[in-house]
């Protein structure tokens, strides 16, 4: 018999839903909106351990009274403590980077199968947005996978950077205007795999198994280029 696939997000969003008490909107974002959001291809980031979401500033208020999520979220991660699984971390947005007007594009995930609990993600833009704030390799392989499955070119990202708030962070910001010419470039590279193949591309699909390297060797020798300025000055 073959087995399900692992999905953590809806397990943990599940014990989550069984101790609220009325109908509850989360938007999340890192992997659970990768898992949850994007139908069955998706499914391949379901080992995930935990679950993040943003709270819009413009509901704090609301949501920072609303005691029956903050005990929820509280049961829900005591409950799966033992097996490594919690609802991570409740950023607002100001501290993720988003376009301005993020909140009114937000996509909705189904949620059937939940009493109370209401599932939205961001848009895929503002989802890639999220994962320039680090240079990690996990985030860059996220936004690639974003960038194939919804088609989003090079000029779309010109313009989500353009119209994207500023984080609270400022090591996180500066990190966000550092991998723009990164992503510009994978963005580049994924339309033309597309427009090579003149087909939509399978889930899994490779443009270069060494698309990683060659995507960050040049960013690395800038970077290398930038540190022998600052020490001649």
């Not at 819009?56 to 991660?77: C, G, H, L, Y």
């Not at 947005?129 to 010109?158: H, S, V």
């Amino acid at each position: 018999m073959a087995t399900l696939p692992i999905n953590n997000p809806k397990r943990i969003l599940g014990t989550l839903d069984s101790y609220l008490e009325r109908e509850t909107r989360i938007i999340l974002f890192g992997r659970a909106a990768l898992t949850l959001g994007f139908g069955d291809f998706g499914g391949k980031f379901g080992a995930t351990q935990d679950v993040d979401a943003i709270l819009p500033t413009v509901e704090m208020t609301r949501i920072e009274s609303d005691i029956q999520f903050w005990e929820a979220v509280d049961k829900t991660n005591r409950e799966l403590e033992p097996t490594g699984l919690y609802v991570s971390h409740l950023f607002t947005d100001r501290q993720v980077v988003l376009t301005e007007r993020w909140l009114e594009k937000i996509v909705e995930i189904p949620s059937g199968e939940y009493k109370y609990l209401r599932l939205f993600r961001p848009s895929s833009i503002d989802l890639i947005l999220t994962k320039m704030m680090r240079n990690d390799r996990e985030d860059l392989g996220d936004i690639r996978f974003i960038l194939e499955r919804d088609r989003i070119g090079a000029d779309m990202l010109e313009e989500a950077f353009k119209n994207s708030c500023k984080v609270e962070v400022s090591e996180l910001q500066e990190s966000f205007l550092k991998m723009q010419p990164l992503v510009r470039k994978m963005a580049l590279a994924v339309e033309n795999g597309r427009s090579i193949g003149g087909v939509a591309e399978p889930a899994g699909y490779t443009l270069d198994p060494d698309w990683w390297a060659k995507l960050t060797d040049e960013f690395r020798h800038q970077k290398g280029r930038e540190k022998d300025r600052d020490l001649s000055l």
